[in-house]
């Protein structure tokens, strides 16, 4: 058939003179018989895993067209575009790599020599072959024996034949252009209905269905099925009879427990009538069948290939026929003597062969094995899905768990009629185990208990919740967890031991579970989930829980969020005296910064103000993200990952300059390591000076918006996401938020900038945006949920604002958006209600907040720069000197710290305890280098080789070593000064929360409050004559205790453990790790090159 004659047909690209392929030497030749769904898919994935090239590929179709989604036949109704079907573009094959594949059209193979490994087609073209793989999937079944001799006197085995009678099956492009053709030249006499018939109610008859009541050119249109009810063969009566009735109302006619008995043809072998079973004659000139399939095996017959004996090529489980150089893959590929007529096993069966193929020799083959043939669609308008086990009531389970002997199952349902929603969960007679299910009217649901039945794992929960939900939705995703989860990967503390912790009564509060378990008293990051896990047991325990921010405020940070806003507070002695407990109290480690960073949001207050700067933590009070020697990183703003090359190398000179690890980061942009605390203020005037701006790295505030080039250079593109990503990025920069935030826009739906994985991410469409939100990577991966579909471009950001401000005013302290939405009552539907549809009617003051907000904008440390004074940043305040805290060492030509021993040989002393053979006042640095602040005051002073840090609270002094015996880290001066429910003071350590206490007074002085194994010393300390005064022993038995050359870490401490590690990777594999030329002096201008 020519391509002309196909309405809407897409002709074939121009065809090439045949190759011999054997010109390609050792190159093993692969022909793929059959350019449809399954094979196209084959050809891509060999494609993209043969990365040696093994194979050269023919793929050889017989259809005029380029591989189309069969699925989305009946879409083509709406639209009748045929490049909107197409599986690939034609991009794809006109850009091919011709060394290594070729593809042909309109071509059938008709012949196979499997001695001489060669095909014939119908053009006389042979191809030679090493292996041969069959993808030619199957053809629709007309009943023969119901029909006359076609009128055009072709063959009966031909269905095309009929077509003129008015009779068709619904399988090709080809199938529907016909149809199409032949409705719009129909004309009936006037007395006689208009009426299209669909013989057979699965799957493809109610997408049949579907199609012909899209055409609009029938008076009637009829399903007729065997069964009961429709779609029989995926439903069971009560499911498939509420879909029947949702049929109808759509104006199908509906006729189950029918068959069609009889065709009636008028004198010009036209069809006119047919009748049923029940005798009942009906008008009819359109009869499309969609009862079975036929595999296209009857080649391979010829060729004498094991065939099943009811069709298809006999395949084992690695789609091998009885040839083994040739395999069979879909529809035309018979396992076990059953054929597939779905696209899941047929897609299934070539991502089994393409790996055995190209990975079998380096890994053990994959089997194919009894698919899951559930599935999820929605047929006319209705949502049906059908899982697992779908049948195990009806014919009894599939599989059971090991030591069931009793072969029961029992059904949980869920039917309303109003809705129309029916939902049947098939269970293990115990109710632990889901086998299968249906769903009619609501499929959300389908994936999770998809996954659920094939795990094959004991329900987390009742069943019922599923369906119904609970009290406490909060709680689900904590219970959702198996015991053996890790919750704290610094501590390695698991789920179980939490709650065993709880369950014990030892831990009856969130402060008591983190000192008895060390979980959560390291990074932090776990905080949250234990949170949700601490609340979910303490409820199931019957006790009563508070959301309590901290022993200071008895409100969640979301109330005192809208109370400060409301009352308008703007200091945290405003906020602790008109809503904390104990109006005169210091604060915590925990309310402070929150209410710091509360300020920061409403008001946007600079971070380095004296009433503020000690409510900050230890990243915004210096303006940098601290490392674990008590250096920070220094992360310039790089907006969507755009830099032009003049900043680039400005950026380089820099890093080289300040000797600074360089590394490029996951949002996009550079970061430079290793920055002295003394040295930020001039690395950013330079960075000024070259035009860069803080990137913020360092608060919990936006980090970055990533985009793919987008439109601008990719042929793929669609919207320009690097311009509204940027655009975002200046928008929202600065801005404090109860936690971190990302951005993401993506320039189509390959999702280049990862927008899925982002608090807020965009996708390019043709109609503007998708918007997502609450996305999240991290400890708890989160995958983003659509706000709202085609967004237009510029509607994007008072969305976004509302969004964002609605989640400043409502989220916890340190809770990503993603938890947030997934505790926000009602979820994205409710978040939908309020920033989308204005329920709560507060979308314009939203918006006026955000832009009231970002209109107040400045660049921290570009105000940091511009201030005279910036003794802040002074490494000791009482000398210029410096001291290393932890020992560098180069690896592959940049500067790091040396690792922290994974065995630590230094034994820790209990310092709170130390015995001085003698102590005398000694004057150490004047009194203004520790103010008095709102918020508390600290630094740091170097007495010999010892470090010591200072403390003023409330105008009461302390002093303290300035290391933290955990990791021997220096930093203890840069932690929040805290205090706690009865008044007493403690300085939190930075790095990992280690809280100490500080008056000497107290029992406990000098003692860790969350983890005995460590303690500090104290040192009386006074004030007099605008000098601060120390009381300490002599220098060289302070140096022996507490000197800096004694605790700081070493490299030959850990040199035989992670870089010995390494070291073995390389000698192993033999892998070149590339390293920087030395330079000439640090600062110096040296050789970047690499050295391999």
Not at 410 to 417: F, G, H, I, K, M
Not at 661 to 672: F, P, S
Not at 769 to 782: D, H, I, L, T
Request: net charge neutral; glycine share 8%; hydrophobic share 35%.
């Amino acid at each position: 058939m020519k391509v002309e004659e196909h309405i809407g047909g897409v002709p074939p690209l121009p065809h090439e003179k045949t190759r011999n392929v054997s010109q390609y030497g050792p190159v093993k030749r692969m022909v793929i018989v059959g350019l449809g769904m399954t094979g196209i898919a084959f050809l891509e994935k060999m494609l993209q895993n043969d990365t040696a090239e093994e194979y050269f590929y023919t793929v050889i179709g017989e259809e005029p067209y380029l591989a189309y989604n069969r699925v989305g036949l009946t879409e083509y109704f709406e639209h009748k575009n045929f490049d909107k079907l197409l599986l690939s573009p034609k991009t794809f094959y006109e850009e091919r790599n011709r060394d290594r594949w070729d593809f042909k059209v309109d071509e059938a193979v008709t012949q196979i020599d499997k001695d001489k490994k060669f095909v014939i087609t119908s053009k006389d073209n042979m191809y030679d072959y090493d292996l041969l793989v069959f993808a030619t999937g199957s053809n629709g079944v007309l009943p023969t024996h119901l029909l006359p001799d076609p009128i055009n006197g072709g063959s009966r085995d031909d269905y095309r034949n009929y077509r003129k009678m008015g009779c068709f099956v619904y399988r090709t492009i080809d199938d529907l252009n016909s149809m199409l053709d032949f409705s719009d030249k129909l004309t009936p006499p006037k007395d006689i209905t208009k009426r299209a018939i669909v013989v057979g109610g699965g799957l493809l008859g109610l997408e049949a269905g579907k199609a012909l009541l899209d055409m609009r050119t029938f008076d009637n249109v009829t399903v007729v099925h065997r069964s009961k009810w429709l779609l029989s063969q995926q439903m069971d009566e009560k499911g498939g009879g509420l879909l029947t009735d949702k049929v109808r109302d759509l104006g199908v006619t509906a006729r189950v427990g029918t068959t069609v008995d009889e065709l009636l043809f008028n004198e010009e072998g036209k069809l006119k009538g047919v009748k049923y079973n029940d005798g009942t004659i009906e008008d009819c000139q359109l009869l499309c069948y969609t009862i079975g399939i036929k595999p296209r095996d009857e080649v391979a017959i010829q060729a004498g290939i094991n065939c099943s004996s009811r069709g298809g090529l006999a395949i084992n489980n690695h789609m091998q026929t009885s040839d083994p150089n040739i395999y069979a893959i879909g529809e035309c590929a018979s396992w076990n003597d059953k054929t597939f007529g779905l696209i899941a096993p047929g897609i299934t069966m070539a991502d089994i062969l393409s790996f055995n193929l190209i990975q079998a020799k380096f890994h053990s083959p994959k089997e194919f094995a009894e698919p899951d043939i559930g599935t999820r669609l929605k047929l006319m308008g209705v949502d049906v899905a059908s899982f697992g086990d779908y049948f195990a009531d009806k014919n009894g389970p599939k599989w059971l768990p090991k030591g069931y002997t009793l072969k029961k199952v029992r059904s949980l349902v869920y039917e309303d009629p109003i809705e129309g929603i029916y939902i049947k969960l098939i269970l293990t007679q115990d109710g632990k185990y889901l086998l299968g299910g249906i769903l009619v009217g609501n499929t959300k649901q389908f994936t999770k208990f998809t996954s659920i039945a094939k795990q094959r794992k004991p329900l987390p929960c009742p069943a019922s919740e599923f369906i119904l939900g609970k009290g406490g939705e909060d709680d689900e995703d904590a219970d959702m967890l198996s015991d053996d989860t890790q919750v704290c990967s610094c501590q390695n503390i698991s789920k179980g031991m939490l709650v065993e912790s709880i369950r014990a009564g030892k831990s009856g509060s969130l402060g008591e579970l983190k000192s008895n378990t060390k979980a959560g008293t390291s990074c932090g990051g776990c905080e949250p989930t234990m949170k949700a896990i601490f609340e979910s047991e303490m409820k199931k325990m019957g006790k009563q829980l508070s959301n309590a921010l901290c022993v200071h405020f008895k409100e969640s940070r979301a109330d005192l969020f809208s109370l400060i806003m409301v009352k308008q507070y703007k200091s945290f002695k405003q906020v602790m005296q008109n809503l904390g407990s104990k109006p005169e109290a210091a604060g915590c480690e925990i309310c402070k910064p929150t209410i710091g960073s509360i300020l920061s949001t409403l008001y946007n207050r600079h971070v380095l103000d004296s009433d503020v700067h000690g409510l900050q933590e230890t990243n915004d009070k210096f303006l940098g993200n601290i490392q674990r020697n008590g250096t920070y990183s220094v992360i310039p703003r790089m907006s969507g990952g755009e830099i032009t090359p003049e900043k680039l190398i400005s950026i380089g000179n820099i890093a080289q300059k300040y000797d600074l690890y360089t590394k490029i980061t996951g949002a996009q942009r550079v970061d430079l390591f290793g920055a002295l605390k003394q040295d930020l203020p001039k690395i950013w005037e330079e960075l000024y000076a070259n035009g860069f701006e803080s990137g913020q790295g360092y608060g919990k505030s936006l980090r970055n918006v990533k985009s793919c080039v987008g439109s601008t250079w990719c042929r793929y593109g669609i919207g320009d996401s690097v311009g509204l990503a940027l655009r975002l990025e200046e928008r929202y920069k600065g801005i404090r938020s109860p936690h971190k935030m990302k951005g993401g826009v993506s320039g189509c739906v390959r999702d280049c900038a990862e927008f899925h994985s982002k608090d807020f991410g965009l996708c390019a469409v043709q109609n503007g945006f998708n918007v997502y939100v609450g996305g999240n990577g991290g400890m708890k991966p989160a995958h983003a949920q659509l706000l709202k579909a085609d967004c237009a471009p510029d509607q994007v950001i008072p969305l976004l604002d509302r969004y964002l401000m609605f989640y400043f005013r409502t989220a916890d302290r340190l809770q990503r958006t993603a938890r947030w939405l997934e505790n926000l009552d009602g979820g994205i539907e409710y978040l939908k209600d309020v920033v989308v549809f204005d329920k709560l009617g507060i979308c314009k003051e939203l918006e006026d907040q955000m832009n009231e907000l970002v209109g107040h904008y400045f660049d921290e440390w570009k105000e940091a720069v511009d201030q005279p004074d910036k003794k802040i940043f002074k490494q000791f305040a009482n000398t210029d000197k410096e001291q290393e805290n932890v020992e560098i060492i180069r690896e592959r030509g940049q500067r790091r710290p040396a690792d922290w021993p994974e065995n630590d040989k230094v034994e820790r002393k209990d310092f709170k305890n130390i015995k001085w053979s003698s102590t005398s006042w000694k004057a150490i640095c004047p009194s203004s280098e520790l103010p008095e602040k709102e918020a508390g005051s600290s630094t740091t002073v170097l007495v010999s080789d010892t470090q010591l840090a200072l403390f003023r609270l409330d105008n009461k002094l302390y002093a303290s070593q300035n290391m933290c015996g955990h990791k021997r880290a220096f930093v203890l001066s840069q932690g929040i000064i805290s205090t706690d429910e009865n008044d007493n003071v403690y300085i939190s350590c930075p790095l990992h929360k280690k809280n100490y206490n500080l008056e000497q007074d107290k029992p406990n002085a000098g003692a860790c409050k969350n983890d005995d194994n460590y303690s500090v010393a104290l040192f009386d300390i006074k004030e007099d004559d605008d000098m601060i005064w120390i009381n300490l022993p002599p220098e060289d038995e302070l140096d022996e205790m507490l000197g800096t050359t004694k605790w700081k870490v070493k490299k030959d401490e850990s040199i035989n453990e992670g870089i010995a590690t390494f070291k073995k990777l390389d000698n192993k594999f033999k892998i070149k790790v590339p390293v920087r030329a030395p330079i000439a002096s640090t600062g110096g201008g040296g050789d970047a090159a690499l050295d391999w």
